[in-house]
């Protein structure tokens, strides 16, 4: 694409397991993209890849108007344990609440029951004199004395941060910014994170180990975000720098350095953003994101033209599958199921003689075998290439060169000979268990959310999503396959098409028949005035702002909630009726049933302000004249057992496919950054965008 020296830019980077992906967009439309090995320290490899795509486009890093970037920074340092040595601040008498927890046993019957270590040790958990009461009058004041000499102690420990949650701070939150004064008088170099400002709703365990997380992770998001700016600005950089948020708004460096926990999800969530986009340019609104990168696949529900978003999330699972085996964080997440089934995810026997695939990865370094880095253990891309459905000499468009007859000898030696079987069939068992696992991982995922997997279109995408994301809808019973063009890269345009967003909660319980509709109005007013100041403030104009709000709502005396839309403007007796309407609305949706006739209450409200949404990245070739004669590149063996194996299968350039080009399976298109395969009995036409529309199964041979 050519992009001409008055055309400013704007450029999505996305850090992946494996590789970091770039969507540079001009002004006018143009699209290039790059694609780079994630690196060790990942900001090198945002530099990398950004002076690369800059240097083929002809650009200097002056020409980039916005930044938005992706990351999975928090989430893997969570895991890890590789964040700041953290203290808590909790009010005498529930200085455990948070090892403590709910008591829930996740495996009722599991012995051996494991559960995360609370990011907080005992040993540094303060009880401090205090007391606030539920209608958040004071019942026993604060000790800031006690407060400012411990701080000065944990400062001389080698204490990094500080964690205040104290009871009832939802309600008033003047103990807690007393507690950071008295800490910043005494320690001015420990970093503090309030209850009160992190996450102001009921439920004492979720708030600690929420506010325990952010102001954990600060330091070394801190680090990583400014020297990403340093970087950036190195190189010429002066435009503004954006990160994703877990919910699917971006938000400016100094708002992520404040709530470094709201980016739980960013790299993730921006697949999902650009599966919705895809799909609302196509007229879909419901639909299955579905990206598989190189280390995980991540399947999330698009419904209504946007992705579902849960505020329950919990990180570091003992059980991948099993909830409340992790450190619940209380923030907004858009909502989806990530299994380690990547590219790069290592396929192994097992003690009992049974094929496994993942969760583990061979990552970038050493990556798979077939990458010649020093990998052993052959990976789900190893058993792809074997299969012939990737051309060694075309890997990132040829600038990687794989070695076909290394991972053959690697799936043969590891997984061929215990189980008695070739090569080929080692590799197709492999391709089939992986497949398995997503498609029984994305249908408990859809059914949990009260959708038919039959009924949702998959919009397959990341490095590996097309390759295997035919086989992935055919097991779901799905009728049709989406392959978006630039399908290796789509999460970074999921980046450009992100809203400036931020999302806002107040606790306030009361049965709906006795709200203070007052109070109330006066709760919405200030979340939606500090979200249009925020907004303004990160550029966003005032006029273009919006305001969604919801509600957590239950029956009374129920242990469980559902989040239900509430009317904008001011609110009284009269709306009533629509809020209930609206609860019986969802609840069936959910649970297939209307529910009994029971009272209901209210516990959190909530607003989301967003600013105006990004254009759609309009991508493709200046030439969309091709068909597919014209596309054909030739053929190769690949293997597709129905067929009796091998067969030799056409290969298509995506680049030369134009709008109303069909073609049938089996087929193999080829592109850059990935590769999507066609199986048997699979129709596949290219519309007008240059998203191929795959119809799987009975409807392609219909």
Request: proline letters at 6%; aromatic letters at 6%; glycine letters at 12%.
């Amino acid at each position: 694409m050519v992009i001409t020296a008055d055309n400013p830019v704007r450029v999505g980077v996305d850090i992946g397991g494996t590789f970091t992906d770039l969507m540079l967009v001009g002004s006018q439309g143009e699209v290039v993209i790059g694609k780079v090995l994630t690196t060790p320290d990942p900001s090198r490899g945002v530099e990398q890849v950004l002076a690369d795509t800059l240097e083929g486009a002809g650009r200097s890093a002056s020409s980039v108007r916005h930044l938005v970037h992706g990351t999975t920074l928090v989430t893997n340092a969570v895991i890890e344990r590789k964040g700041a040595l953290t203290a808590l601040l909790t009010t005498s008498g529930f200085r455990d609440s948070i090892e403590i927890g709910r008591e829930h046993r996740y495996e009722l019957y599991d012995l051996d029951l494991e559960l995360p270590e609370p990011l907080v040790p005992r040993h540094l958990r303060y009880a401090v004199p205090e007391r606030t009461l539920a209608d958040g009058s004071t019942h026993i004041e604060l000790d800031e004395e006690h407060v400012a000499r411990l701080a000065g102690e944990l400062a001389e420990a080698g204490v990094e941060a500080v964690a205040v949650c104290f009871l009832h701070s939802f309600t008033n939150p003047h103990s807690e910014r007393r507690a950071r004064s008295a800490v910043e008088r005494a320690a001015p170099h420990l970093r503090v994170s309030l209850s009160s400002e992190v996450v102001p709703e009921i439920g004492e365990f979720e708030r600690a180990s929420t506010t325990i997380a952010n102001v954990y992770v600060q330091p070394l998001v801190e680090r990583y975000l400014t020297g990403l700016r340093r970087r950036l600005e190195g190189m010429g950089f002066e435009g503004r720098l954006f990160v994703m948020l877990s919910s699917g708004g971006a938000a400016t460096l100094d708002t992520c350095l404040r709530f470094p926990i709201r980016l739980l999800e960013s790299g993730p969530a921006a697949g999902a953003l650009a599966a919705a986009s895809v799909g609302a340019a196509m007229g879909r609104d419901s639909l299955l994101s579905f990206d598989m990168g190189g280390t995980t696949a991540k399947l999330s529900v698009v419904d209504g033209g946007e992705p579902l978003i849960t505020h329950d999330f919990e990180v570091d699972r003992r059980y991948r599958f099993k909830k409340g085996s992790g450190l619940p964080v209380r923030v907004p997440v858009i909502e989806m199921i990530e299994i380690g089934a990547g590219g790069g995810s290592i396929a192994r026997i097992d003690a009992m003689g049974l094929l496994k695939v993942g969760p583990d990865s061979a990552g970038a370094d050493p990556g798979p075998v077939c990458y010649g880095r020093g990998g052993r253990a052959p990976t789900v891309t190893d058993a792809d290439l074997v299969l012939g459905y990737l051309d060694p000499g075309y890997f990132l468009g040829g600038a990687m060169h794989l070695d076909a007859a290394a991972a053959e000898a690697a799936l043969a030696a590891s997984i061929g000979a215990p189980l008695g079987l070739s090569a080929a069939e080692a590799a197709w068992g492999v391709h089939q268990v992986v497949n398995e696992a997503m498609a029984n991982a994305a249908r408990v995922h859809v059914v949990e959310r009260g959708k038919n997997p039959r009924a949702l279109p998959v919009v397959a995408f990341g490095g590996a999503g097309p390759v295997h994301g035919y086989r992935v809808a055919e097991l779901l019973g799905t009728g049709e396959l989406i392959l978006p063009y630039g399908a290796g890269v789509t999460s970074a345009m999921g980046l450009l098409v992100a809203p400036l967003a931020f999302d806002f909660v107040r606790s306030y319980y009361a049965k709906l028949d006795e709200l203070d509709w007052s109070e109330l109005n006066g709760i919405f007013e200030q979340m939606e005035r500090v979200g249009t100041d925020l907004l303004v403030g990160s550029g966003a104009g005032p006029g273009e702002i919006t305001h969604t709000r919801t509600a957590d709502i239950r029956y009374v005396g129920q242990g469980h909630q559902i989040s239900v839309p509430i009317p904008d403007g001011t609110l009284s007796q009269v709306h009533l009726p629509d809020i209930r309407d609206e609860f019986d609305r969802v609840y069936k949706t959910l649970y297939g049933r209307e529910g009994p006739p029971v009272e209901l209450e209210a516990l959190t409200w909530r607003v989301v302000s967003r600013g105006p949404r990004p254009a759609p990245v309009e991508s493709g070739p200046e030439d969309r004249s091709g068909g597919a004669e014209a596309a054909r590149k030739g053929e190769r063996p690949a293997y597709f057992p129905s067929l009796g194996g091998f067969t030799e299968t056409p290969v298509y350039d995506r680049y030369r496919l134009g709008p109303g080009t069909a073609l049938r399976g089996p087929a193999i298109i080829e592109e850059r950054e990935s590769t999507a395969v066609i199986g048997p009995g699979g129709r596949a036409a290219v519309d007008e965008r240059l998203n191929i529309v795959v119809l799987v199964g009975e409807r392609g041979r219909g």
